[in-house]
């Protein structure tokens, strides 16, 4: 009995978890879509040019339905949302949905690629800061990553560029390459962006994995493996590794909820067609449309990566679990 | 961070306090006061004015002579100071003067933003984690919004609607760390109702607002300021990479985001332009980070003894 009443709780917890969820989602398209209807001018008037007389204008505005009420457009906004349509670009004429999902893709492997540099940053570092604890170099690496989080991004990748591409010259400063041209020259224009970004996040993984292996380090099953004998190599990589990583594997998620707003200054540095510059372009462009499709698709990618780290916990922790049948 | 113990400043003497804190905080407190009267003094310094076109020099290296093409008037050529000291930007200024100009701007954003931030969040997240219920989940619900919001598109419309200036930057800036207060202060408030201090004055028949006032807020204060100091450290990186997009304070004003911006062309002519006020921004970032963190760690020493 007490299983399914548990059962019963995690199931109520969830499901009201993804009701709110849902809710934020809908409240930030709402909040988008006033805002972008704020904005003084239209898209009518990009699309007239500017020959475009009063009724020309007026002509283009009914054409596309903005001449009805905020609210109604909203409503039908929403209607279509229900059936997987988000719309056309006023602009281009190209389907908003179609632009996202070419766009996406680029994003997303700005970022894995970045997080995995990172992780390979972080990895060694962590590792090593861990098994000499208070050491110079735990010290060294420690302080270095702390003065590393007070460079900006921006001011990040400007470095990278006068490093590798002014100075060594192996790089170009930017340039985008599909993957259709080759994997190879593809991969090669995300280098310098994702090492932009793998440079300051290191230090975020590496901080949260030194202090989660400082803790296993403790175990006495770990005792017992220098008792046996093992080289630390061992000891580090396959015993205490894998206990210690869950928190860093955590954030990394939420690095990526998070960069996905963010990478528009990475984007806009190295001239990559990703979503944060689809975005500010459709900004500058009032193609309302185009806007609340890219802020649908970044809040939904926030709020499902936070949410989703935050169920994994609640699966994991009874605690947690406890804690939230009884609290809110 | 346990934050259900009431953290005040340590009863330790000042010089023990000092000691604690080490030299490198006090170095940082140096470079930070030393950016503050820069920005303060800004008009005063023998400097050519930071809008003034030093045409014969162009992104000239540092220590680079004034030329009379870059000087009020041809017969004093001395007038606004000796040499461009730390050289001039693509557009012939000097980049000393916009540097301090540029730390106005900075310092503002620093200072104003974590402001409206901490009294706004901190205030709502008092509120939120002394009442709970239903305030508590409005309060949180609303956060979540702010924070799931894309902030540039917020930028944006301001910008477009309200105009691009410092004081709507700063208002913006404010707004987006509203949530981030509130958390911490909402995290704070729930572990101090639990504790015996507040039931104490509870029992003796305060009101909920005598107990706000008396027993949670003093105890919230503190570490807020402290975190805002990591706010503020966070905020002069954002009016960076703001200047940097080009949606910062607009031109010809100084700002060190912006330096950075325009001496991005020139990265392989003439570095210094880009490199010198990155150079300022990350030092002024990682005072205000260090202070920080010596705080904090000031605070969580006397919570764990």
């Known amino acids: 009995m007490t299983a399914t009443w548990g059962e019963h709780l995690l199931v109520t917890h969830l499901g009201r978890k993804l009701l709110r969820l849902l809710l934020v989602v809908l409240a930030v398209t709402a909040v988008t879509f006033l805002m972008v209807h704020l904005l003084p001018g239209d898209v009518a008037y990009t699309i007239g040019g500017e020959t475009a007389t009063a009724d020309d204008i007026r002509a283009i505005r009914e054409a596309l339905g903005l001449d009805r009420s905020m609210l109604a457009q909203y409503r039908s906004w929403l209607g279509r949302l229900v059936h997987g349509d988000l719309g056309r670009s006023y602009l281009t004429g190209e389907p908003v949905l179609q632009a996202i999902l070419s766009r996406l893709p680029v994003t997303l492997e700005l970022l894995v690629i970045s997080q995995l540099l990172a992780l390979a940053l972080a990895l060694p570092a962590a590792l090593i800061c861990a098994y000499r604890s208070g050491s110079h170099v735990d010290r060294l690496i420690s302080t270095g990553g702390f003065a590393t989080l007070s460079i900006p991004s921006f001011v990040m990748a400007l470095l990278t560029i006068y490093l590798f591409s002014v100075k060594l010259r192996w790089l170009p400063a930017t340039g985008y390459t599909p993957l259709q041209a080759g994997v190879w020259a593809n991969l090669k224009s995300f280098v310098l962006p994702a090492l932009s970004i793998a440079l300051i996040e290191w230090v975020v993984l590496m901080r949260v994995l030194r202090s989660d292996l400082i803790t296993t380090l403790q175990q006495h099953y770990i005792l017992m493996a220098k008792a046996k004998g093992l080289p630390p190599w061992r000891i580090l990589l396959l015993h205490a590794l894998r206990p210690s990583a869950f928190t860093m594997l955590t954030v990394m998620g939420l690095q990526v909820g998070r960069l996905l707003g963010e990478a528009v200054i990475v984007e806009t540095l190295f001239a990559l067609p990703g979503m944060g510059r689809l975005l500010v372009t459709a900004i500058y462009a009032r193609d309302h449309l185009m806007v609340q499709g890219c802020v649908l698709v970044i809040s939904i990618g926030y709020v499902t990566v936070n949410s989703a780290v935050d169920m994994l916990y609640t699966l994991l922790d009874p605690r947690i679990r406890r804690e939230a049948a009884v609290g809110t | ?305």
């Open chain 2, 1 to 305: 961070m346990e934050p259900n113990r009431p953290t005040r400043l340590p009863a330790a003497g000042i010089h023990e306090i000092a000691a604690r804190l080490g030299p490198i905080f006090w170095l940082a407190v140096i470079w930070l006061a030393m950016v503050l009267f820069a920005a303060v003094t800004a008009g005063y310094w023998p400097v050519p004015p930071p809008d003034r076109m030093d045409w014969a020099q162009l992104g000239a290296a540092p220590g680079a002579p004034l030329t009379p093409a870059g000087t009020p008037s041809a017969e004093n050529p001395q007038a606004g100071g000796a040499a461009h000291w730390l050289g001039t930007d693509t557009m012939g200024r000097d980049m000393v003067a916009r540097l301090i100009f540029g730390a106005r701007v900075s310092l503002a954003v620093s200072i104003c933003s974590p402001a409206i931030g901490f009294l706004v969040g901190g205030l709502l997240g008092c509120l939120a984690g002394y009442y709970r219920g239903r305030l508590d989940a409005g309060i949180v619900a609303t956060m979540d919004v702010i924070l799931a919001f894309p902030g540039l598109v917020l930028l944006l419309v301001i910008r477009f609607y309200l105009g691009a200036s410092l004081t709507n930057l700063i208002l913006i800036l404010g707004f987006l760390t509203i949530p981030a207060f509130s958390r911490v202060a909402r995290a704070k408030t729930l572990g101090l109702t639990e504790l015996e201090f507040v039931q104490a004055a509870r029992l003796t028949g305060a009101g909920h607002l005598s107990i706000l006032v008396r027993e949670i807020l003093p105890n919230v204060v503190i570490p807020l300021a402290v975190y805002a100091l990591l706010v503020a450290a966070f905020m002069i990186m954002a009016e960076g990479a703001l200047s940097f997009l080009g949606l910062g304070v607009p031109p010809p004003t100084a700002s060190w985001g912006g330096m950075i911006a325009e001496g991005r062309e020139a990265l392989d002519t003439a570095p210094h332009v880009s490199l010198i006020p990155a150079g300022v921004m990350f030092l002024t970032v990682l005072a205000l980070n260090l202070i920080g963190d010596g705080l904090r760690s000031l605070l969580e020493g006397r919570a764990h003894p």
